[in-house]
Structures are given as C-alpha cells and as structure tokens.
C-alpha cells in the first residue's frame, strides 16, 4: 500500500529551503533564512562597494578579538610580574589601556554598520509614513558627519602630540588618537552604505524601522538584507 500515516508525515524534516541568492545567512542567526515565508523580491545586487564595507567589518572584528586577548595578556603579565616576580612590568598597564582604545573604536565601528547602538524608534513610528525614509536618511546623513568631526578633530590632536613620547611605551603621544581617527573613517564609509543601500532599497515608508542589532543578518549580508517584522510576517528588503 501506498499510503502513509500521519505520524510518519509529522516525523519527516522538512526540506532546507536554498539561500536567497546563492548567500548563505546561517552566519549570524545559525538557522537559513525561510524563503518559503518571504514575498517574491530580488535580492538586492551586492557591489564592490557593499563588499568592501563588509571586508572592513570583519577585519575590524578580528582586530578587535586580538586586541582584546592583547588585554587580556598584558593585565595579567601585570598580576604575575607583581605578586610572584615582585617585579611589576610598568608598560604592562600602559599598553592594555592603549589596546583598549583600538577595541573600543572597532567595535563602535561594527556597531554602525549593523546598527547595534541603541536607537530610539517612538519617535520614528509617530511621524507620517512619507517622513520615515527621510528621517532614516537624515540619520545616516549626520551619523557620517559626525564621524567626519572625528577624523578631523583627532587628526589635529595627534598631529600636535606626535612629537612627544609616552612615559612608559617607547610610542609618540599622539597615537592615543589614532583609533579615533580609524573609527571615524569607518563610521563615514559604514554610514554612507546603509545611505546608499536604502536609496537602492526602494522600500516603502511604512517598512521602515530603525535597525536592531538583533535583526540584522550580517556577515557576508549588506546591511540593506535584513529581517524585519511586519505585522507578524517576516520581509526582506
């Protein structure tokens, strides 16, 4: 007989559903994306733009991990020179306090480019549907002219600083502002993809909301492919 019970219908896995355009998206939320769910749109085109920002983003990422082992190992050559050599490593603090401000500035980095910063939406969701894009663009807009003032800010201050020399690193002064300066010219570039991916987008007002980290799927993904909930279905866009 060819029938089949309930049972072993119920028991059977479903079919993996193939990635949207070939892009795997198992890297940040560790499940496929469900294309079944999704309304038929093309996936937006990744440019040597989108590509770019997303090498730099994973760059910063593993830069920022091997600062922070940096850290890690400087804090506790620090406890070890002290309490069992009786011979505390002065440079020791000074470098881990110095890799901190390299961490720091990458991770705020990665932050803008997938929209982990805390981002207030009542605001957003109170004005006419036609304003939510603008707004959303304004946003980018002054986000990348605030890393500018970085840039040019720290810029000067090392520029004065560089001729003098850290007490206990043998590094100019002014190197304290470099990650500020690296950070600011990433948040410019990271800024003005997700300006250009919602020009490109073409989404319509009543989808926007301001990204959460949670939401996005980043990775390989341009930050324009993100998941969104929409009256309980979810949307690429």
Same mark, same amino acid.
């Given at each position: 007989?060819?029938?089949?019970?309930?049972?072993?219908?119920?028991?059977?896995?479903?079919?993996?559903?193939?990635?949207?355009?070939?892009?795997?998206?198992?890297?940040?939320?560790?499940?496929?994306?469900?294309?079944?769910?999704?309304?038929?749109?093309?996936?937006?085109?990744?440019?040597?733009?989108?590509?770019?920002?997303?090498? %730099?983003?994973?760059?910063?990422? /593993?830069?920022? +991990?091997?600062?922070? &082992?940096?850290? @890690? #190992?400087? =804090?506790?050559?620090?406890?070890?020179?002290?309490?069992?050599?009786?011979?505390?490593?002065?440079?020791?603090?000074?470098?881990?306090?110095?890799?901190?401000?390299?961490?720091?500035?990458?991770?705020?980095?990665?932050?803008?480019?997938?929209?982990?910063?805390?981002?207030?939406?009542?605001?957003?969701?109170?004005?006419?549907?036609?304003?939510?894009?603008?707004?959303?663009?304004?946003?980018?807009?002054?986000?990348?002219?605030?890393?500018?003032?970085?840039?040019?800010?720290?810029?000067?201050?090392?520029?004065?600083?560089?001729?003098?020399?850290?007490?206990? %690193?043998?590094?100019?002064?002014? /190197?304290?502002? +470099?990650?500020?300066? &690296?950070?600011? @010219? #990433?948040? =410019?570039?990271?800024?003005?993809?997700?300006?250009?991916?919602?020009?490109?987008?073409?989404?319509?007002?009543?989808?926007?909301?301001?990204?959460?980290?949670?939401?996005?799927?980043?990775?390989?993904?341009?930050?324009?492919?993100?998941?969104?909930?929409?009256?309980?279905?979810?949307?690429?866009?």
């Amino acid at each position: 007989s060819n029938s089949r019970s309930p049972s072993a219908d119920r028991n059977e896995a479903p079919a993996m559903q193939p990635p949207i355009s070939g892009i795997d998206t198992t890297a940040a939320t560790g499940t496929p994306l469900d294309t079944s769910e999704l309304p038929h749109q093309r996936a937006p085109a990744r440019g040597p733009f989108t590509r770019f920002c997303a090498g %730099l983003s994973k760059l910063s990422l /593993i830069l920022a +991990v091997i600062g922070l &082992i940096g850290v @890690v #190992l400087c =804090v506790q050559w620090q406890v070890i020179g002290r309490y069992i050599f009786n011979d505390t490593p002065t440079w020791a603090e000074a470098l881990a306090m110095l890799l901190v401000l390299f961490v720091t500035a990458f991770g705020l980095a990665v932050g803008v480019r997938d929209a982990g910063h805390i981002g207030l939406e009542s605001l957003v969701s109170l004005l006419p549907e036609r304003w939510q894009r603008r707004v959303e663009l304004l946003i980018h807009a002054l986000v990348a002219l605030f890393g500018a003032i970085m840039v040019y800010g720290s810029w000067e201050w090392a520029a004065a600083k560089w001729g003098e020399k850290k007490p206990m %690193l043998p590094v100019p002064d002014g /190197i304290d502002y +470099v990650p500020i300066i &690296i950070a600011g @010219v #990433l948040i =410019v570039l990271f800024s003005i993809e997700h300006f250009v991916a919602i020009l490109r987008g073409g989404l319509e007002p009543d989808q926007l909301r301001p990204l959460r980290h949670d939401r996005v799927v980043h990775g390989d993904l341009p930050p324009e492919l993100v998941r969104v909930e929409l009256d309980g279905e979810r949307h690429v866009h």
